[in-house]
Nanobody, 125 residues
Framework: QVQLVESGGGLVQAGGSLRLSCAAS????????MGWFRQAPGKEREFVSA????????YYADSVKGRFTISRDNAKNTIYLQMNSLNREDTAVYYC??????????????????WGKGTLITVSS
């Protein structure tokens, strides 16, 4: 079992930055690919970013490419999502997920073995 706990959400002005964290617990947590999804009000959950268990492979949705950066610290069993140049379309609940299959499958919206409860980001204009 892997437990995921997100933190770092909040209210930010457009153009601002936030950094999300997702702490994983469980004996094999560091061996999982991990990623971020988000769900805006009235919309379906969508892929944001993913990272391999080594940290050497990363993926991003086109909508966040160049603005968001995913990273991980396996010594702390934690992944991060640095979000810059935020805009109102980034307003959503952000969920952390872990996958035994790898980061590539997360891009297509499957392979998620575990989810966190989510953290809300609200971007104001």
């Amino acid at each position: 079992q892997v437990q995921l706990v997100e933190s770092g959400g909040g209210l930010v002005q457009a153009g601002g930055s936030l950094r999300l964290s997702c702490a994983a617990s469980g004996r094999t947590a560091s061996s999982y690919a991990m990623g971020w999804f988000r769900q805006a009000p009235g919309k379906e959950r969508e892929f944001v970013s993913a990272i391999s268990w080594t940290g050497g492979i990363t993926y991003y949705a086109d909508s966040v490419k160049g603005r968001f950066t995913i990273s991980r610290d396996n010594a702390k069993n934690t992944i991060y999502l640095q979000m810059n140049s935020l805009n109102r379309e980034d307003t959503a609940v952000y969920y952390c997920t872990a996958s035994k299959l790898g980061p590539g499958v997360l891009v297509y919206g499957y392979g998620m073995d575990y989810w966190g409860k989510g953290t809300l980001i609200t971007v104001s204009s």
